[in-house]
């Protein structure tokens, strides 16, 4: 009778309720299993909420892309205006901008002619190396390219009025040359001491004879240590 007691005060609540430890296990055991199931079906749902954005993503995709081959006129597709329009506004910029470039005029290109009629002189002379003699005909080779080099000049061309070769020694080929330039009377004073200074001059006609080819040129190198010149005004 005192081990029947014991056993039934072993199995029973430690508090008295009545509760049988067996039950208690297994409802502990099927709490587990629901909490475990649940844990699963959380990370199912998650899977599935991943499909679906996928999903999704794909229709939106596949719906623009019906848009676009859908027909306006004919065999005329949605994505083919879409591609003229794109192009046409291309074009469209690319003639505004050459119209502009085309009918804009340089304020610095704008001038009157007339009005540059007070004269500056430049005298100087250079050494040719490469020959011994002096023919009219090179002479005038050489008169015409002095004027080219002035004419074509972006800072003095529009001062350049002419070059003259006047002179030379066929002993050591030295050749005197005379530049004139014509100043509008308004700006003659500054442009005789700044644009059309002898050390302007000089540097143009020094510089193109550093830049040229010996081998090029042959005959007609002139020595740009011989370059000399000065201002007669």
């Known amino acids: 009778m005192a081990e029947q007691i014991n056993m039934d005060l072993l199995t029973s609540d430690p508090k008295g309720n009545g509760v049988d430890t067996a039950e208690a296990t297994e409802t502990d055991a099927f709490l587990m299993k629901n909490n475990s199931s649940n844990g699963g079906m959380m990370d199912f749902d998650c899977e599935t ?25 004919g065999k005329v597709r949605l994505w083919m205006v879409i591609t003229l329009l794109f192009v046409v506004i291309i074009l469209l910029i690319i003639i505004s901008l050459a119209t502009c470039a085309a009918l804009h005029k340089d304020e610095d290109d704008q001038f009157d002619h007339s009005l540059f009629t007070i004269p500056h002189y430049i005298n100087g002379s250079f050494q040719m190396s490469n020959f011994s003699s002096t023919s009219s005909l090179q002479v005038s080779v050489l008169q015409e390219k002095l004027a080219d080099l002035y004419r074509d000049s972006p800072a003095l061309g529009r001062y350049f009025s002419k070059a003259e070769i006047n002179g030379f020694r066929n002993d050591s080929i030295v050749i005197k040359y005379n530049l004139t330039f014509v100043l509008p009377e308004e700006q003659q004073e500054e442009l005789r001491n700044f644009t059309l200074s002898r050390e302007m001059v000089y540097n143009v006609f020094r510089q193109f004879l550093y830049d040229q080819d010996p081998v090029e040129v042959g005959v007609m190198h002139i020595d740009p240590d011989s370059l000399q010149m000065f201002s007669v005004n």
């Open 49 to 73: 909420g991943d499909q679906t954005k996928r999903k999704n993503k794909n229709c939106s995709f596949k719906k623009v892309k019906e848009q676009l081959n859908e027909k306006i006129i």
